[in-house]
């Protein structure tokens, strides 16, 4: 009686309880990497300048030309920049969504493997 009981029990939390924690666990690490990378709030500041930095000011013609110049490379720089750390957080998303899918399967077939190691021993025993 006891190894039945102790084989339901495992196979209700293996299949029931555990499985749906390492759904929640994927959704975990999905919500960590999308605010580490902050891709909301890159997105919304894809074309602001690097690091705030802009030219005011200018009364002649040059200096109007030299600002808008140097502010259109700032923002450049900051879609640039933005755009390849929203592409690896996007990235990093991807695989994670992608690696919880064999570890979801290899999960589901556990149970099968633990038998398999305890059984195969005993029936070399007996050969």
């Known amino acids: ?3 039945a009981f102790f084989l339901r029990e495992y196979i209700s939390w293996h299949y029931g309880k555990a499985f749906s924690e390492m759904q929640a666990l994927q ?5 960590f990497f ?3 990378f ?3 709030s890159l997105a919304k500041t894809l074309i602001e300048p ?11 013609m040059e200096l109007l030309l030299q ?3 140097a502010n259109t490379i700032s923002r450049l720089v900051g879609f640039a920049l933005r755009s390849i750390v929203i592409g690896i957080g996007l990235l ?6 992608i690696a919880i899918l064999p ?13 398999g190691v305890i059984l195969i021993p005993l029936l070399l025993l007996f050969v």
């Open 50 to 60: 690097f690091r705030r930095i802009q030219e005011k000011g200018g009364r002649s």
């Open 34 to 36: 999308y605010h580490f």
């Open 92 to 97: 990093i998303e991807f695989f994670v969504f």
């Open 38 to 40: 902050s891709i909301p």
């Open 103 to 115: 570890a979801l399967f290899i999960w589901l077939l556990l149970p099968i493997d633990i038998l």
């Open 27 to 31: 959704k975990d690490f999905l919500w």
């Open 67 to 69: 600002n808008i110049v």
């Open 1 to 3: 009686m006891g190894i």
